[in-house]
């Protein structure tokens, strides 16, 4: 239990490390080529993986992650980038902290998990602080036009990010409890169902003066930090 509460730490670190670059990226790339970009390295770091996978052995979980790989990271990763160009970090993440508790309803509605009286509390607590933050007057990131967004459609897509997290998650751990994969191997997976999905529409809206023009600006604003 130790060692899984070390694990949540770190993914949280990361993720909010990492919705902090993509939330400058904003500035200069549009967000469907910050989500292609990052799943295409992340896909390249876990290639040699995907070389120890039988693709016939188990051809059915295998589609199952393939669709969650496009539901959480290609359609879901987008969604979430574009709230951070829309509403900033701190209010896209504070959005996304209710996702465990979207979670645990669905997971109650669907798999018949039982919902105690101090987590339905916990819900609530959870609900109405999220509530006051987004009461809270927003910074818009990129232009003046976000500014006239009306107050709903502005966290539309933070919460339907959450939406396709969930069931993308939902999808993934159906296949980690049926079968013998490995997270390591599910998220290979995944990386390359989202990449075939994202790639057709990126070579056709490629830029390649923009993307030279972002590799300069990112080797001039990160180097230092390396």
């Known amino acids: ?32 080529d910050i989500n292609f970009l990052k799943n295409f390295i ?21 589609s199952l992650l393939i669709i969650s790989g496009i539901i959480g990271i290609g359609i879901g990763d987008l969604l979430y980038i574009k709230s951070l160009s829309l509403i900033g970090t701190r209010k896209t993440l504070t959005i996304d902290s209710i996702s465990p508790v979207i ?59 959450i939406i396709t997290a969930v069931i993308a998650a939902s999808i993934s751990r159906f296949v980690l409890t049926s079968t013998n994969f490995v997270p390591l191997e599910t998220t290979s997976i995944r990386l390359l169902g989202a990449i075939l999905y994202l790639l057709p529409n990126y070579l056709k809206n490629f830029n390649y003066v923009s993307n030279f023009n972002y590799s300069i600006y990112l080797r001039n604003k990160y180097w230092n930090i390396f």
């Open 1 to 32: 239990m130790f060692l899984g509460i070390i694990y949540g730490l770190g993914a949280a670190l990361s993720w909010t490390f990492s919705s902090f670059i993509w939330t400058n990226l904003c500035k200069t790339l549009l967000p469907k």
């Open 42 to 62: 992340a896909l390249i770091i876990f290639f040699p993986i995907l070389f120890k996978i039988n693709w016939f052995e188990d051809y059915y979980h295998i």
């Open 103 to 161: 979670a645990y309803f669905f997971g109650f509605l669907t798999l018949g998990e039982s919902l105690s009286l101090k987590s339905f509390l916990g819900i609530i607590i959870v609900f109405y602080s999220i509530k006051e933050i987004l009461n809270q007057k927003i910074n818009p990131i990129k232009n003046d036009k976000i500014i006239n967004l009306k107050y709903t459609k502005r966290y539309t897509y933070a919460f339907s990010a």
